[in-house]
């Protein structure tokens, strides 16, 4: 019913950027929060940054100042520019929607695919 499609990974020398983006389609009436999360080897995915249907973020602390994350409505995308990229950085990045398909709905969770980030010299 709904597709998410990321894409802007890959590798980064240290104190780079990147771009990130994750488009939405099929099936919605509305998106509500839409976060990015991340996913180290040997780690669990951890929340990146957040941001509400209202345009209000929430940034984990290891990407606060670094990280910012928007969405376009529109286009049912949200993206997140990452700047002064350390090889901590370095993670599987994954795009979650909260997504009503149908008015009456509360919303359901939808994931995307996952973009590989890679920091290194």
């Known amino acids: 019913q709904v597709q998410l499609v990321e894409s802007g990974g890959g590798l980064v020398q240290p104190g780079g950027s990147l771009r990130l983006s994750c488009a939405a389609s099929g099936s919605i009436f509305s998106i509500k929060a839409v976060g990015w999360y991340r996913q180290a080897p040997g780690k669990e995915r951890e929340l990146v940054a957040a941001?509400?249907?209202?345009?209000?973020?929430n940034d984990a602390d290891s990407v606060k100042g670094r990280f910012t994350i928007s969405r376009d409505n529109a286009k049912n995308t949200v993206y997140l520019q990452m700047n002064s990229l350390n090889p901590e950085d370095t993670a599987v990045y994954y795009c979650r929607f909260t997504v009503v398909v149908v008015f009456w709905q509360k919303g359901d969770d939808y994931w995307g695919q996952g973009t590989q980030v890679t920091v290194s010299s």
């Open positions: 941001i509400t249907s209202g345009g209000s973020t």
